[in-house]
């Protein structure tokens, strides 16, 4: 496996603020199995991210601005608040409640006392049920629109699933710029030696 030069003008650009980032709703219904693969995905790609790093390299903090495993506790922390949403399009409500991370530096610091392989388990479990929820659910929900609290967007559910989509990425990007350049993984089991 060939490592990624450090030094690239790719690996040094940041990524855009999250804050920052508008992203396209609107997309068609057809794309929720893509969606959803890719947030069920989330969790491998964060276990191969941390495969063979230092204990020091994911829990380092520089500039008082979350570690590795920091930024894997707030994608734990938003996954809790995706529920209420997912609620709302069902009960179709015509607004989607306020996400409130408020109190996320608490939850943050008490994720960070806790075993890494456990907090990467909640997760996966977490965003599973969550995944499956959304796609015992009838079609009218993923046919309702209702109106997401920042700037009054209308958002269907694959609409939702973008946003996590994405926002997954951004802090995937985030870490594996926070790591540098990628350490060798060893080949998986499945293959011959």
């Known amino acids: 496996m060939t490592s990624h030069n450090p030094n690239s003008s790719f690996l040094g650009?940041?990524?855009?603020?999250?804050?920052?980032r508008v992203l396209p709703f609107g997309r068609a219904p057809e794309e929720l199995p893509v969606l959803t693969e890719r947030l069920l995905g989330t969790h491998?790609?964060?276990?191969?991210?941390?495969l063979g790093q230092a204990p020091e390299r994911l829990y380092n903090r520089s500039d008082d601005k979350w570690?590795?495993?920091?930024?894997?506790?707030?994608?734990?922390?938003?996954?809790?608040?995706?529920?209420?949403?997912?609620?709302?399009?069902?009960?179709?409500?015509?607004?989607?409640?306020?996400?409130?991370?408020?109190d996320q530096e608490g939850e943050l610091q008490q994720h960070l006392l806790r075993n890494l392989g456990d907090l990467l388990e909640e997760f996966r479990l977490e965003r599973l049920a969550f995944v499956q929820t959304l796609l015992n659910a009838e079609a009218h929900v993923h046919r309702h629109t209702a109106l997401h609290?920042?700037?009054n967007r209308p958002m269907r559910t694959v609409d939702m699933l973008l946003w996590i989509a994405e926002?997954?990425?951004?802090?995937?990007?985030?870490?594996?710029?926070?790591?540098g350049d990628m350490p060798p993984t060893p080949r998986p089991r499945l293959w011959p030696a």
């Open 67 to 102: 570690s590795v495993v920091g930024h894997a506790a707030h994608l734990l922390v938003v996954q809790h608040r995706f529920a209420a949403r997912l609620e709302d399009f069902q009960a179709l409500r015509p607004n989607l409640c306020t996400i409130d991370l408020s």
């Open 44 to 50: 491998a790609r964060l276990m191969h991210l941390f």
């Open 149 to 151: 609290p920042c700037g």
């Open 167 to 179: 926002h997954d990425d951004h802090h995937l990007a985030t870490m594996r710029l926070l790591l």
């Open 13 to 20: 650009a940041k990524p855009i603020p999250w804050s920052e």
